[in-house]
């Protein structure tokens, strides 16, 4: 059977199940919660929106908002009890796919989002505590998670990509492939509930990560080849192990390099670590703002939020292909991108009205284009040998600053709701201008930085010249 080179279809159906349950997750938390608190079943309307008539008496609003925080305060045990595990098996995974192979780095996270789907369905169907989801957020990060996966998938595509212009456009296209899934899910999810309830959708979810598991294994085709056995001993000398590898491929990444470049790269992971901290971390209370007065969201209205949000992968993807083909420089385009995230969030911290918060996700239809950019800006600077070290660090910092940024948000949250609940977006459209100012060092450096970044990197193999010098490998060493 002929194998194929596409990622493509992986990453999508991927998107599509996770954001088939993202928006069900917490608003099944958030029931359980409301049953406990106000030993009340949850009010569910047709209405476009849902507050109870008398929701103006303050013991009502004293019961919302103990629900809101304690919902809040579930997410933060959440991403705290998962976040180590997440975090060490991501670095280890996709660095260690440099010499194991990509996908590994891939089918180990599906089956641990399959476990986590399955954990969900199991404690729905049998109304068991909520808080052993904690316990399956924990073994599911066990196997990495989204972060893992995405440095798979893109090491997987930065090894099949020849030129500069390809890896970029390639990169923001999976990026507007996850979008556009995700949106189609998102919609589905509300009307799914409605329907069904909980457990299809958690159902739905566990045989799409199935098949997708299949599809890994036998249909994707692997892009490293594994050294033989008999290679891995060297002058009689075995080599490092699989984790000495990995240490070895992060901290080897800028050496041979000038100070220049060195202080180019470790700002751009600067840049994306922080842009990345403070749009994660506004969007992670998102939910909990529209369930809560005055909007009062239905789980139909919160699809259709989640689905607009996510189309801001398709039209990011416009604006990197659109900008490029332009020759707009590319740390012009980051700028674009955090100034979109910056207008989106100070406008959902006012919003108050069904139709405003809907309008918030218009000026933010350029979000996602400095996660693309920047990903294929440090791809370049980085030989390929090591373009798994590069992903497997960026996927750790990813995840790092997206589990920590949702508990801080999420605390945050639960410490202003009381007074003034759109704080966490002013506080995330704040924190954006790190990511500006590491930026405007960046142009300081040199004016011919975004030029010179976007030159190939050219590899000589050691059959070609093994005894040449590091400093000759790559164009880009200076």
Not at 105 to 133: D, R
Request: charged share 10%; aromatic share 12%.
């Amino acid at each position: 059977m002929k194998r194929l080179f596409l990622v493509e279809p992986l990453v999508a159906l991927y998107a599509f199940a996770n954001f088939l349950i993202y928006p069900l997750v917490q608003q099944y938390v958030y029931r359980r919660i409301w049953l406990q608190v106000t030993n009340t079943t949850y009010p569910i309307s047709d209405n476009t929106s849902r507050c109870l008539p008398n929701s103006n008496s303050s013991n009502q609003s004293h019961y919302i908002e103990e629900v809101q925080r304690q919902a809040s305060l579930f997410s933060l045990y959440t991403e705290i009890s998962s976040t180590v595990p997440s975090l060490v098996v991501t670095l280890i995974l996709v660095a260690y796919s440099d010499q194991g192979g990509r996908k590994i780095a891939i089918i180990i996270p599906l089956i641990g989002t399959m476990i986590y789907t399955l954990a969900y369905l199991t404690v729905s169907y049998f109304e068991l505590n909520i808080y052993l989801l904690i316990g399956s957020a924990i073994l599911s990060a066990l196997c990495g998670g989204w972060g893992t996966f995405l440095g798979g998938c893109f090491a997987y595509i930065a090894d099949l990509c020849k030129d500069d212009r390809q890896k970029t456009l390639r990169i923001a296209g999976v990026d507007m492939m996850i979008g556009l899934l995700s949106g189609v899910a998102a919609i589905s999810s509300g009307y799914f509930l409605r329907a069904a309830g909980f457990n299809w959708p958690f159902l739905t979810s566990s045989f799409i990560l199935f098949f997708n598991i299949l599809y890994a294994i036998f249909i994707l085709e692997e892009t490293v080849k594994k050294m033989p056995n008999d290679a891995i001993i060297s002058d009689g000398v075995p080599q490092c192990s699989a984790i000495k590898q990995m240490i070895c491929g992060v901290c080897q990444m800028p050496i041979g390099t000038s100070r220049r470049w060195k202080a180019v790269l470790a700002l751009l992971i600067i840049s994306f670590t922080s842009f990345s901290f403070a749009y994660i971390g506004g969007l992670s209370t998102v939910i909990l703002y529209e369930l809560k007065q005055p909007l009062c969201w239905t789980e139909i209205l919160i699809g259709y939020g989640s689905a607009l949000s996510l189309t801001v992968f398709l039209t990011s993807f416009v604006g990197v292909s659109v900008f490029t083909y332009c020759g707009v420089p590319q740390l012009l385009i980051v700028l674009l991108g955090i100034l979109s995230v910056i207008s989106g969030m100070v406008m959902a911290a006012f919003a108050k009205t069904t139709l405003l918060m809907f309008t918030v996700r218009i000026p933010m239809l350029l979000a996602i284009m400095p996660f693309s950019v920047l990903r294929a800006m440090m791809s370049k600077i980085v030989p390929k040998s090591e373009q798994g070290a590069l992903f497997a660090f960026l996927s750790f910092m990813e995840s790092l600053t997206n589990n920590v940024s949702a508990g801080v948000f999420n605390s945050v949250y639960a410490a202003t709701v009381a007074w003034f609940p759109g704080f966490v977006f002013l506080l995330s459209a704040g924190l954006c201008v790190i990511p500006l100012s590491t930026l405007g060092v960046v142009s300081l450096i040199g004016v011919d930085v975004a030029k010179e970044v976007q030159r190939p990197t050219h590899h000589i193999s050691e059959e070609e010249n093994p005894v040449q010098d590091q400093s000759e490998a790559s164009p880009l060493l200076a």
